[in-house]
């Protein structure tokens, strides 16, 4: 168990912040499935080589992808001071988001439920 009053504990946790860059989507209109295809494919490489393979796949995560990319991009850059050539996607996830329910009428007066996933996709820099 831990020592000290539990503001004391939340207090210095968190005092520790993270300095690296990140950019998050919220609410994509894409499973977290779908979107870790493109996600797996992106993860360690460095920022360049990542936006090749991000313009180039032909998912539609993909275009999402790039966008929130070339955001934590700019984000290292402008806020951090970074240079871009050094950077690289250290950890990039897709957590799961609401999921919207919608019904279709199928045969015989049933109704099938459909439904429409979303997902919070992060992507998080660092230099080299």
Same mark, same amino acid.
């Given at each position: 168990?831990?020592?000290?009053?539990?503001?004391?504990?939340?207090?210095?946790?968190?005092?520790?912040?993270? !300095? &690296?860059? !990140?950019?998050?989507?919220?609410?994509?209109?894409?499973?977290?499935?779908?979107?870790?295809?493109?996600?797996?494919?992106?993860?360690?490489?460095?920022?360049?080589?990542?936006?090749?393979?991000?313009?180039?796949?032909?998912?539609?995560?993909? !275009?999402?992808?790039?966008?929130?990319?070339?955001?934590?991009?700019?984000?290292?850059?402008?806020?951090?001071?970074?240079?871009?050539?050094?950077?690289?996607?250290?950890?990039?996830?897709?957590?799961?988001?609401? !999921?919207?329910?919608?019904?279709?009428?199928?045969?015989?007066? &049933?109704?099938?439920?459909?439904?429409?996933?979303?997902?919070?996709?992060?992507?998080?820099?660092?230099?080299?």
């Amino acid at each position: 168990m831990a020592k000290g009053h539990r503001s004391q504990i939340k207090r210095e946790r968190n005092a520790v912040k993270d !300095t &690296r860059p !990140t950019a998050k989507l919220s609410y994509a209109r894409v499973s977290v499935q779908k979107a870790c295809f493109v996600l797996d494919a992106i993860r360690g490489k460095d920022v360049t080589s990542a936006l090749g393979i991000v313009i180039y796949n032909p998912r539609y995560a993909s !275009t999402l992808i790039e966008k929130l990319l070339k955001s934590a991009i700019a984000n290292a850059e402008n806020n951090n001071g970074m240079d871009p050539a050094k950077l690289y996607v250290e950890e990039c996830f897709a957590n799961k988001g609401p !999921t919207m329910k919608r019904v279709k009428p199928r045969a015989q007066g &049933r109704a099938y439920r459909i439904e429409k996933r979303m997902s919070h996709i992060s992507i998080v820099l660092n230099e080299k």
